[in-house]
């Protein structure tokens, strides 16, 4: 990935199995084979990084992804998640690093209440879902809670 490549992250709302790790390769594969935008290819890749996170670029400055690329984009997604239940595009989850170096899961209202309660702490690194940009996903993909979107729940 390039600093120009635009990006989408998906978020499981579980740890994916090796077997469901390589299904979805698989159809995301074949998917960004065929992905066009107005008939001309996009030059596009894509990870799954931690059992977690579904990562999906396209080089931008070859062709654009336009509205229509991206909603095929979203009914592939859309597939694997009713497939798996991974709860893909659910926005109101929160991953973090636990004090263990595992990663958890859990809603925005838990989310808040364990930083309430200090079993988040302003170092606690959190994953940032609302990157989109191959440059942003290397600098604040992972980041302190201080340093984070969620800051504002400190």
């Known amino acids: 990935m390039n600093n120009f490549s635009k990006l989408w992250v998906f978020q499981?709302?579980?740890?994916?199995?090796?077997?469901?790790?390589?299904?979805?390769?698989?159809?995301?594969?074949?998917?960004?084979?065929?992905w066009a935008a107005h008939g001309a290819d996009l030059k596009s890749e894509f990870k799954i990084i931690k059992n977690k996170f579904i990562i999906i670029s396209v080089d931008e400055n070859q062709t654009k992804a336009t509205g229509c690329s991206?909603?095929?984009?979203?009914?592939?997604?859309?597939?694997?998640?009713?497939?798996?239940?991974?709860?893909?595009?659910?926005?109101?989850?929160?991953?973090?690093?636990?004090?263990s170096g595992d990663i958890a899961t859990v809603s925005m209202s838990s989310?808040?209440?364990?930083?309430?309660?200090?079993q988040i702490t302003p170092d606690t690194?959190?994953?940032?879902?609302?990157?989109?940009?191959s440059k942003e996903f290397e600098e604040k993909f992972k980041q302190p809670l201080k340093e984070s979107w969620a800051k504002i729940y400190m």
């Open 70 to 99: 991206i909603d095929k984009l979203n009914q592939c997604i859309k597939h694997i998640d009713y497939k798996y239940q991974l709860d893909l595009l659910n926005r109101l989850w929160v991953s973090y690093q636990d004090d």
């Open 125 to 133: 690194y959190i994953y940032n879902l609302a990157i989109s940009t």
């Open 111 to 118: 989310f808040k209440e364990k930083i309430k309660s200090a």
């Open 12 to 34: 499981s709302r579980r740890f994916l199995s090796s077997e469901e790790k390589q299904d979805i390769s698989y159809t995301i594969s074949n998917f960004l084979k065929s």
